[in-house]
C-alpha cells in the first residue's frame, strides 16, 4: 500500500516569513495530491492540490510542487500571517483495484509568531 | 448550499449502547465519506459511498455499519463499540467518487465510548 511521510512535524515562523511542508509517497500510481488545513477543533479543509500532470500550481501565497520522479511534493506558504497557524495534512490518491484510495501524512502543525 | 452537515456533535455511549451518527449535504454530491481521526492524527478512510452503493470499505470492524438511504443521507451505525474507538469521526462528499473532485469534510461528531 501506499505509504506518505510528512515532515516536519512542527514549525514555528515569524509572521512574515516562508514556511515550507514537504511529504514523499512511495506508490508511483498516486496522482492526486491535495492539502488540507485543519484548525483546532475544526474539520479539515482543502487549501490547495495538485495532478501528477502538472509540476507547480499557485494561490495567491500558497503554492505547491511535485516531482514525480522524487515522488515528493510540497506546499509553499509566503508571507504567513497569525491565522495560518493550523495544522496541515498532505494526501496521496491513487487508483487501488478500480477503487480510489487515499492516505494522508501525519499533519504538520504551523505556528506562526507575530 | 455548500455545506456537509453532522448531528451530533458530540455523543457519549457505553459499550452497549447502540447508536447512529447522522450526516447530510444537499450539493448534489454523489459521493460521500466516513473518516475517523484520532487526536494529532490525519484522518483514516473508513467508508466511500457512490451513488448510494458502498463501494470502498476499508477493513473496517462490523460494529461499524454505513447505510447510505438517499444521495443526500449518510448514516453510521455504531454497536458494542470499544474504548479504543472513541475519535472524531468525519463526513464528506464530493461530486463523484473521482478524487480529483474536491471533498467537502463536515464538522464532525466527537465520539466518546466509556
Known amino acids: 500500500g501506499e505509504n506518505v511521510e510528512q515532515h516536519p512535524s512542527t514549525l514555528s515562523v515569524q509572521e512574515g516569513d516562508s514556511a515550507v511542508i514537504k511529504c514523499t509517497y512511495s506508490?508511483?500510481?498516486?496522482?492526486?495530491f491535495p492539502w488540507y488545513k485543519q484548525e483546532l477543533g475544526k474539520r479539515p479543509q482543502l487549501i490547495i492540490d495538485?495532478?501528477?500532470?502538472?509540476g507547480e500550481k499557485k494561490d495567491q501565497r500558497i503554492a505547491v510542487t511535485l516531482n514525480k520522479t522524487a515522488k515528493h511534493f510540497s506546499l509553499h506558504i509566503t508571507e504567513t500571517q497569525p491565522e495560518d497557524s493550523a495544522v496541515y495534512f498532505c494526501?496521496?490518491?491513487?487508483?487501488?483495484?478500480?477503487?480510489?484510495?487515499?492516505?494522508f501524512g501525519i499533519g504538520t502543525k504551523l505556528q506562526v509568531i507575530p | 448550499d455548500t455545506e456537509v452537515t453532522q448531528t451530533p456533535k458530540h455523543l457519549v455511549m457505553g459499550m452497549t449502547n447502540k447508536k447512529s451518527l447522522k450526516c447530510e449535504q444537499h450539493m448534489g454530491h454523489r459521493a460521500m465519506y466516513w473518516y475517523k481521526q484520532k487526536a494529532k492524527k490525519p484522518p483514516e478512510l473508513m467508508f466511500v459511498?457512490?451513488?448510494?452503493?458502498?463501494?470502498i470499505n476499508e477493513s473496517v470492524p462490523s460494529r461499524f455499519s454505513p447505510e447510505c438511504p438517499n444521495s443526500s443521507l449518510l448514516n453510521l451505525h455504531l454497536h458494542a463499540l470499544q474504548p479504543e474507538d472513541s475519535a472524531l469521526y468525519l463526513c464528506a462528499s464530493s461530486r463523484t467518487m473521482g478524487y480529483m473532485d474536491e471533498q467537502y469534510f463536515g464538522p464532525g461528531t466527537r465520539l466518546t465510548v466509556t
Open positions: 494526501a496521496a490518491w491513487r487508483d487501488s483495484g478500480g477503487y480510489q484510495k487515499v492516505t
Open positions: 506508490d508511483s500510481a498516486s496522482n492526486y
Open positions: 495538485i495532478r501528477s500532470n502538472v
Open positions: 459511498y457512490s451513488y448510494e452503493k458502498l463501494s
